[in-house]
């Protein structure tokens, strides 16, 4: 807007110098050709004496003269209530010069001054009509300049005031943000304008600070769930490990007190008790050792040579079971690639597991096979009983660790284990790349299973 007013100030100055210019130029040239036909050689006798009516060699009436005779006569002719203050005028002759007027409050006079050949002549004009016109002529330079000024004062703000919509909107949508809303999105606009790259960078900048804050919360709800897992088994493995301590401690305390009448029995319930608590313990570390996913070995492994080995080692230890192993129909063979070692744990779990809370009478069948059903070559290992089955909220909890079902299932050929192997399972599995799961209807059995990527011959 500075600028504008500047431009229509130098603007005005320039119209009005030029104006003023020609204006003079036109004056000056009148009063040449009026002072020049006045300086004509003639007969000084046809002159107009002073106080005469004008003859036809005198200049127009809009024109102050003053000729000057040889004999020192002044001749005036002047139509106007003033006159110039002639007094500065050098001798002879004088081109176009502006005066004063002579009582000092009238308006200047331009005056040009000739020699003739009888005396000296003086034409004068006044410039108050030049003033007049250089006057209007500001006065309405500057009425157009305001309403210009206004003109343009208006556009720009509407120009403004449009252009800046989009970003009054970016404006709302960043309070709404602050807010807390990180869903809202600052609406779009053109892409090749300033403010649709600005709406694009913030709408990119808005989704990665949404994914950021919901990668933070996921983390720290994981966090907080690792804690309380962890809480949970750091009580439950202090649990577990008081139990054996305890009995222990309390038969050394009778057999020191010499209460105990059986020397060897209070022996071997001591033996019994430190080797659960050894089995537990050796548990927590392979979890451990699980959790911090150190790699394991990995070459070709049959599954069905380790189902038939843990089948026979449980028949040993339980001969009153009856199980057996089933082979699928699949013509190709059920390999693996992983650990020997933790995968016959793993059938050897799942085999406890039914072992341990079935009746005597119940059935245990172990079966190997390849399965396609689900797009992927996989081996697929099941251990399935016929006992009493889970209640759907003892299925959805039985891989974690330290559960125990309810405590009126019953417990089979095992004196109750640490709640430990079927979370051993689980991270065993999901060591090999494969998935665990089970499938029970409470009154009918249960079948646990186990998926592993299937080795390519």
């Not at 919360?217 to 301590?245: C, G, N, V, W, Y």
Request: aromatic share 4%.
């Amino acid at each position: 807007m500075v600028l504008v007013v500047l431009g229509l100030l130098a603007s005005g100055l320039a119209v009005t110098s030029a104006m003023k210019q020609d204006l003079l130029s036109r004056t000056d040239d009148g009063l040449t050709n009026a002072v020049q036909t006045w300086a004509r050689p003639r007969d000084p006798a046809s002159a107009p004496a002073q106080g005469m009516p004008p003859g036809p060699r005198r200049p127009p009436s809009q024109y102050y003269s003053m000729i000057t005779i040889g004999n020192g006569d002044t001749i005036i002719n002047n139509d106007f209530s003033d006159e110039p203050d002639l007094a500065g005028l050098p001798s002879g002759n004088a081109g176009p010069t502006t005066v004063k007027s002579a009582d000092g409050d009238g308006p200047e006079w331009r005056v040009v001054k000739a020699s003739t050949p009888f005396g000296e002549s003086v034409v004068a004009t006044p410039l108050g009509d030049v003033h007049a016109t250089l006057s209007r002529l500001m006065w309405l330079q500057l009425g157009i300049g305001v309403l210009v000024v206004l003109a343009i004062g208006v556009l720009s703000y509407l120009l403004v005031r449009s252009s800046l919509r989009p970003l009054r909107r970016v404006e709302e949508t960043a309070h709404a943000i602050a807010a807390g809303n990180l869903n809202m999105r600052v609406p779009s606009a053109p892409p090749n304008t300033e403010v649709g790259s600005l709406s694009g960078s913030l709408n990119a900048m808005l989704g990665q600070i949404q994914r950021a804050f919901a990668r933070t919360a996921a983390s720290e709800q994981q966090a907080r769930a690792s804690e309380e897992k962890m809480r949970r088994f750091i009580a439950d493995a202090s649990h577990e490990l008081r139990t054996p301590l305890t009995s222990i401690k309390g038969f050394a305390e009778l057999y020191k007190q010499g209460a105990v009448p059986d020397a060897t029995d209070a022996m071997g319930r001591i033996d019994a008790e430190a080797g659960r608590m050894g089995l537990l313990v050796e548990d927590l570390l392979m979890l451990a050792r699980l959790d911090a996913h150190r790699p394991i070995a990995h070459q070709p492994v049959d599954v069905l040579m380790l189902a038939t080995d843990a089948v026979h080692s449980a028949k040993a230890a339980a001969p009153q079971r009856p199980i057996r192993i089933e082979v699928g129909d699949a013509t190709e063979p059920p390999v693996v690639s992983g650990d020997a070692p933790r995968l016959l744990q793993v059938v050897r779990n799942l085999i406890n597991n039914a072992i341990a809370h079935t009746p005597a009478e119940a059935s245990i069948t172990v079966g190997v096979g390849v399965d396609q059903s689900n797009g992927h070559d996989d081996v697929l290992l099941t251990v399935t009983d016929t006992g009493q089955g889970l209640t759907p909220d003892e299925a959805s909890h039985v891989f974690e660790r330290f559960y125990r079902g309810d405590s009126s299932r019953h417990r089979g050929d095992s004196g109750g284990g640490s709640g430990l192997g079927l979370s051993i399972v689980a991270a065993l599995v999901d060591a090999h790349r494969g998935t665990v799961g089970v499938d029970s209807t409470p009154g009918e059995g249960s079948t646990f299973w186990v998926r592993l990527p299937r080795l390519d011959d």
